[in-house]
């Protein structure tokens, strides 16, 4: 069975940075695509960034140039570097992982449990 287990989350000031780690568990052999998701009280769940196996990139107009995601494929975990924080950052942010492949199933997507990120002004 994959996992997906999220870490980094806490309180910051406005214009500090966070860093979230995404590890995937499970005799995996790929993951096409990771990524983060948050969604804040009241508010539908919306895609921060997400990375291909092969380095691709795509980011939400309200994070861009704030935030970067990277993948240490070799390791199936993803970052996500949170620079320039704002308060309306303030979410908690669930890792996704797409095409999981393992020895005996492929998953099409599975979700981590969800980390706070808050951001006081």
């Known amino acids: 069975q994959v996992q997906l287990v999220g870490s980094g989350g806490g309180l910051v000031q406005a214009g500090g940075s966070l860093r979230l780690s995404c590890a995937a568990s499970?005799?995996?052999?790929?993951?096409?695509?990771m990524g983060w998701y948050r969604q804040a009280p009241g508010k539908q769940r919306e895609l921060v960034a997400a990375i291909t196996s092969g380095g691709d990139t795509n980011y939400a107009d309200s994070v861009k140039g704030r935030f970067t995601i990277s993948r240490d494929n070799a390791k199936n975990t993803a970052y996500l570097q949170m620079n320039s924080l704002k308060p309306e950052d303030t979410a908690s942010y669930y890792c996704n992982a797409r095409e999981v492949e393992t020895a005996s199933y492929r998953y099409l997507e599975v979700w981590g449990q969800g980390t706070l990120v808050t951001v006081s002004s």
């Open positions: 499970g005799n995996i052999f790929s993951i096409s695509a």
